[in-house]
């Protein structure tokens, strides 16, 4: 990309009314600080929620939304040109073209298509238009899909290796316990690391998006392993972007992003493909490697389970069922028991236990 880039993702609750209607206010406030932000040469992409909510204010008639996740689908394709529609509108002001892209769990999963979305985003850039990300929630299978849109966030900004990651959301950050049942939480406004923290993710406040701090926690997980400095920040201040960034006392938590980065190939390995198996090992092969950077192979394990083939992703677990480690298989769960040769090179694997 060129120069520096920044990830803005915006939740559902953020980019709509109590009504459920586009916040036209909450979207040109967004707008003027990407805008500024690309004048000074800092490129931004948005991924943004709220198609489902904007359909249902649109075809709901005032009827409670639907669970039933087909009609939810049909109700996401009416919602997005409105929603897109809005960002178009916010962003005429300044003169700059937006271009959607609707991403699903395949894109990722797939090196090729990774690959090829990668470049995609790269050529928007190049056009100077504003991409703005949505999941492609029209078609996407429901046991497959992301279920929110800060992972989605946080694959592409280590998709397109951004600098930040900002996590607009209706809450001032991360508190130290959830307000509605203790008035006396207060904000942590940064974070060494996100395992320390996970265990006060609460769950979403505002009922209308799929998220929540779990999701938001997960989501500066997988980018700070990644490289990239995290903010979780509140969308309705009156510059949300820049208050986050210039981490300005009261907006936002910032997590300080690893020194020890995983490279790119591995960072999709980790968070992007979806795991279709388990294989334990023992006691050796884990010092094996966590401790001297080795292959896992065959003799050091104990055991295997799910259905996987050649090239698909495994977790590894230790002697313990905990989980250290991920790697794309050299072998077949159908042939398992019959290899004597590298379960997972080196190269494809990746420790996943906090240092």
């Not at 050649?310 to 313990?320: H, N, S």
Request: no cysteine.
């Amino acid at each position: 990309m060129t120069n520096s880039v920044i990830v803005v993702k915006v939740g559902t609750s953020s980019v709509t009314t109590s009504e459920g209607t586009v916040d036209h206010a909450a979207l040109s406030r967004i707008a003027r600080d990407v805008a500024t932000l690309r004048a000074n040469g800092t490129h931004t992409i948005l991924v943004t929620s709220g198609a489902i909510t904007a359909g249902w204010a649109s075809v709901g008639a005032g009827k409670p939304r639907p669970t039933d996740t087909l009609l939810l689908q049909a109700v996401s394709a009416v919602g997005q040109p409105l929603l897109m529609a809005a960002w178009r509108e916010a962003f005429a002001p300044f003169d700059l073209p937006v271009a959607q892209v609707l991403l699903a769990p395949i894109d990722f999963r797939t090196r090729g298509l990774y690959l090829q979305a990668r470049a995609t985003l790269k050529s928007l850039d190049l056009l100077g238009a504003v991409t703005i990300i949505n999941e492609n929630d029209a078609v996407v299978d429901e046991e497959i899909r992301y279920g929110d849109n800060d992972r989605l966030a946080a694959l592409v900004a280590n998709m397109v290796s951004a600098t930040h990651l900002v996590l607009l959301t209706d809450t001032s950050g991360l508190l130290t316990a959830d307000p509605r049942l203790d008035p006396t939480a207060t904000l942590i406004e940064e974070v060494q690391a996100v395992e320390d923290v996970e265990s006060m993710a609460g769950v979403s406040s505002s009922g209308v998006g799929s998220g929540g701090m779990a999701s938001k926690l997960a989501a500066a997980r997988m980018a700070t392993w990644s490289g990239i400095e995290t903010i979780i920040a509140p969308a309705k201040a009156e510059t949300p972007v820049f208050s986050a960034l210039s981490s300005e006392e009261g907006h936002g938590t910032t997590f300080v992003a690893r020194d020890d980065r995983l490279p790119a190939r591995k960072s999709w390995i980790a968070f992007a493909v979806v795991s279709h198996g388990k294989v334990s090992v023992n006691q050796g092969a884990m010092q094996a490697l966590e401790n001297h950077g080795r292959s896992l192979l065959r003799v050091g394990t104990t055991g295997f389970s799910g259905t996987f083939d050649e090239g698909d992703a495994v977790d590894i677990l230790g002697p313990e069922g905990q989980l250290i480690a991920k790697g794309l298989t050299r072998v077949s769960s159908e042939h398992f028991n019959d290899s004597d040769d590298v379960v997972v090179h080196r190269d494809d694997l990746v420790l996943l236990r906090k240092a």
